[in-house]
T-cell receptor, first 114, second 112 residues
Framework: SQQGEEDPQALSIQEGENATMNCSYK?????LQWYRQNSGRGLVHLIL?????REKHSGRLRVTLDTSKKSSSLLITASRAADTASYFC??????????????FGQGTILTVHP | IAGITQAPTSQILAAGRRMTLRCTQD?????MYWYRQDLGLGLRLIHY???????GKGEVPDGYSVSRANTDDFPLTLASAVPSQTSVYFC???????????FGPGTRLTVL
């Protein structure tokens, strides 16, 4: 079963607007990562936030993590048409048999209209 | 080679045939992974390897096998393909577990 659940499943906005995607998970994690996938391509890593971090920035991306609520959000500010893609959260676990493995959510399809 | 490559890009296969999907990375990463991506189900881990010589089962390993004879290569074999294995397959690598993963371009496999 999927560890991460994302919402919304699809998001349609105008260029210049902000886009917010959310991810919830069920069990304790070591880190949470966000990836982007353009149509027909492999996934590209965007940002990693560790379980002891609450917020992280990278360019126009802002990620928050709330371990008490088992949730994360990805904010893309001042969106561009080139941001159109699917966005996935992935959770990494602390150890045992789950060490090193990521579990991906089903993704949010973001469409940014010019 | 730069990064991670997969071959073939796409393949149509008759049910019952054997097929090996190839994956090679030149980043000297310790860990490698195979995922399948199906519409509405996201990415699901098939098999992984934390270091050369070791492999482990992921979420959906049945019908697939892997080997990790060296650091660079991580082939995925379907011993006897079935239509439910129609999917897009992605190989990925990471320096070590729990780090960011680098993905290949994918192999689109259709089993008829």
């Amino acid at each position: 079963s999927q560890q991460g659940e994302e919402d919304p499943q699809a998001l349609s906005i105008q260029e210049g607007e902000n886009a917010t995607m959310n991810c919830s998970y069920k069990t304790s994690i070591n880190n949470l990562q966000w990836y982007r996938q353009n149509s027909g391509r492999g996934l590209v890593h965007l940002i990693l936030i560790r379980s002891n971090e609450r917020e992280k920035h990278s360019g126009r991306l802002r990620v928050t993590l709330d371990t008490s609520k088992k949730s994360s959000s990805l904010l893309i500010t001042a969106s561009r048409a080139a941001d159109t893609a699917s966005y996935f959260c992935a959770t990494g676990f602390a150890g045992g048999t789950s060490y090193g493995k990521l579990t991906f959510g089903q993704g949010t399809i973001l469409t940014v209209h010019p | 080679i730069a990064g991670i490559t997969q071959a073939p890009t796409s393949q149509i296969l008759a049910a019952g045939r054997r097929m090996t999907l190839r994956c090679t990375q030149d980043m000297r990463h310790n860990a490698m992974y195979w995922y399948r991506q199906d519409l509405g189900l996201g990415l699901r881990l098939i098999h992984y390897s934390n270091t050369a010589g070791t492999t482990g089962k992921g979420e959906v390993p049945d019908g697939y096998s892997v080997s990790r004879a060296n650091t660079d290569d991580f082939p995925l074999t379907l011993a006897s393909a079935v239509p439910s294995q129609t999917s897009v397959y992605f190989c990925a690598s990471s320096e070590r577990g729990n780090n960011e993963q680098f993905f290949g371009p994918g192999t689109r496999l259709t089993v008829l």
